[in-house]
Nanobody, 125 residues
Framework: VQLQASGGGLVQAGGSLRLSCAAS????????MAWFRQAPGKEREYVAG????????YYADSVKGRFTISRDNAKNTVYLQMSSLKPEDTAVYYC???????????????????WGQGTLVTVSS
């Protein structure tokens, strides 16, 4: 399984960015997919994700209403549309995947076996 994250960059507060995570080597629609982020000196935290089945989506409270996760099964790609960005959204963003994770662990980074390399998002004030 390989995950390739892209789309990070520098943006002013209030701006938008769209991250992409291209997956290969897996049966895409059988995997839970998620975005996590890690700011300097902080633990990796859950941002948003898809359940393994049913198409359910989950969001961290801190990004609800501002971020939207979507997926294109034909392209094996998950997207994270980020709007109304704040300086506190600055972090390295990682995509993750797993096909055996249970619902109760969706927000736990330790539950995911496959990770992309991360893409840096910097939001200036």
């Amino acid at each position: 399984v390989q995950l390739q994250a892209s789309g990070g960059g520098l943006v002013q507060a209030g701006g938008s960015l769209r991250l992409s995570c291209a997956a290969s080597g897996l049966t895409f629609n059988r995997y839970a997919m998620a975005w996590f982020r890690q700011a300097p000196g902080k633990e990796r935290e859950y941002v948003a994700g898809f359940a393994r089945t049913g198409g359910y989506t989950y969001y961290a409270d801190s990004v609800k209403g501002r971020f939207t996760i979507s997926r294109d099964n034909a392209k094996n790609t998950v997207y994270l549309q980020m709007s109304s960005l704040k300086p506190e959204d600055t972090a390295v963003y990682y995509c993750a995947a797993d096909n055996s994770i249970i619902t109760s662990r969706y927000r736990d980074y330790k539950g995911y076996r496959h990770w992309g390399q991360g893409t840096l998002v910097t939001v200036s004030s």
